[in-house]
């Protein structure tokens, strides 16, 4: 992709600014909105910990709300709530953000506020000693919650012993092992002027925000150390936990596409086709059809090297083969039997219409602007994704389910009152 500094597109101006330090920031102004949404993305996540770090990277997004050398954490939660804004933060398998959402007026205070938050954070003992009580509580929610821990299980199942297959959150273990010197270690380790972007997306002055920017952010000079490159399953893998819930839960896998694919429209074409709502092939076929599943979809993991298409479904274990033929069944269909002209229409229609109804939203666009920052190290417009979508064919749909519907390096994950082998001779 070719790197823009500036561009004007869509009725909207991207804007891109490097720092001597490699801090980035990346705008995109639309004036037809009063709000902005603005992110401070990290580019470190749990693929970045070694086993004995495991969680810390979403522990370190907890901690730094936990207060400022300039506001206490409740300070810091009313800063923006005040003024009718929003403050929060997220950490994934490749990064961490903080962002806010304000009207443009109170930027100014959201970047002072995000800039406290980030880079003046006390991390006290006693905040750390509390706020382990607090994720282990978290932990233990997702661990009750069998459709959330079903995706802990199928990405170690997955990845193995690579750091992809971590769970975000760690373990209660490590958890309740920290203390504030790892913390702190941590972050001085982690947050790192060449690998953070600051991005922002409506009714901003993008010299106004390298401005403040310049003022309020002083992180370490350097870069993370890139993580470990991940190698996906050449073999087919099967893993079936038992436990005593009413339903079970299953995810199905195939390595697929990294982030800056060429084909990843025709991915998510695919993706689309097969469990993309409630129009999808898989939800037709297995709920309304069969009754067989309430919850069935389709996922698209895109990371920096590599990437997965998974299929999830929860169902009791009597109907568990059932579905599982209806899914292998379809994706040995579509690799056999191009889409209709009418099929491949509707599903270009499908793309269009969720792409354009997300950049109404200032925080989709935003999260769309920094994440292609970090990834591709460039800019994507609208009018170019459009084009990406009118240019996926039947053919290279067809295509691409032949390269990733590879049953012999299917990855599935069981969870559930099922035996050990319960899928036996079905995949």
């Not at 992709?1 to 801090?23: F, I």
């Not at 920052?373 to 290279?396: C, F, H, N």
Request: glycine content about 8%.
């Amino acid at each position: 992709m070719t790197a823009r500094r500036s561009l004007v597109t869509d009725g909207s101006v991207y804007r891109k600014t490097e720092l001597r330090n490699g801090l980035r920031i990346v705008t995109e102004t639309l004036p037809a909105v009063r709000s902005v949404a603005i992110g401070v993305w990290i580019d470190v996540g749990s693929r970045h910990e070694t086993p004995e770090e495991n969680g810390l990277s979403h522990f370190v997004e907890h901690m730094l709300f936990k207060g400022s050398k300039n506001r206490t954490a409740k300070e810091l939660a009313s800063s923006l709530e005040n003024l009718g804004g929003s403050l929060n933060g997220f950490t994934s398998r490749e990064q961490t953000c903080y962002y806010a959402r304000v009207l443009d007026e109170h930027l100014p205070m959201a970047v002072e506020v995000l800039a406290d938050l980030t880079c003046n954070p006390t991390l006290t003992a006693t905040h750390v000693n509390r706020e382990k009580q607090v994720v282990c509580e978290e932990i233990k929610e997702a661990l009750d919650n069998p459709s959330d821990k079903i995706h802990d299980v199928f990405s170690r199942t997955f990845w193995g012993k690579h750091p992809l297959g971590q769970p975000i959150m760690g373990s209660q273990e490590n958890i309740r092992s920290l203390t504030r010197p790892r913390v702190v270690d941590f972050v001085k380790k982690h947050y790192r002027s060449g690998s953070i972007v600051i991005a922002a997306c409506g009714s901003v002055d993008h010299d106004r925000l390298v401005k403040m920017v310049r003022k309020y952010f002083h992180f370490t000079d350097g870069m993370v150390t890139p993580p470990i490159q991940a190698n996906p399953p050449l073999s087919l893998k099967k893993n079936i936990e038992r436990n005593d819930n009413k339903q079970t839960n299953l995810c199905m896998g195939f390595p697929a596409l990294a982030y800056e694919s060429s084909e990843r429209m025709v991915m998510l074409a695919l993706s689309s086709y097969l469990g993309g709502g409630m129009s999808s092939v898989l939800f037709q076929k297995i709920r309304e059809d069969r009754g067989l599943a309430y919850s069935v979809y389709s996922f698209n993991d895109f990371y920096r090297d590599t990437g997965i298409f998974g299929i999830y479904l929860g169902t009791d274990s009597k109907h568990l083969r059932k579905a599982v033929d209806v899914v292998l069944t379809e994706a040995r269909l579509i690799k056999r039997n191009k889409l209709t002209s009418s099929q491949l229409g509707q599903l270009k229609s499908q793309l269009k219409g969720h792409l354009i109804l997300s950049q109404e939203s200032t925080n989709s666009r935003m999260n769309r602007l920094a994440r292609q920052e970090l990834l591709i190290g460039g800019y994507q417009p609208l009018t170019e994704m459009v084009v990406d979508i009118e240019e996926v064919s039947a053919k290279r749909i067809q295509d691409l389910a032949h390269q990733v519907l590879d049953e012999s390096r299917a990855v599935v994950a069981v969870l559930g009152p099922v035996g050990k082998g319960a899928l036996d001779g079905a995949i």
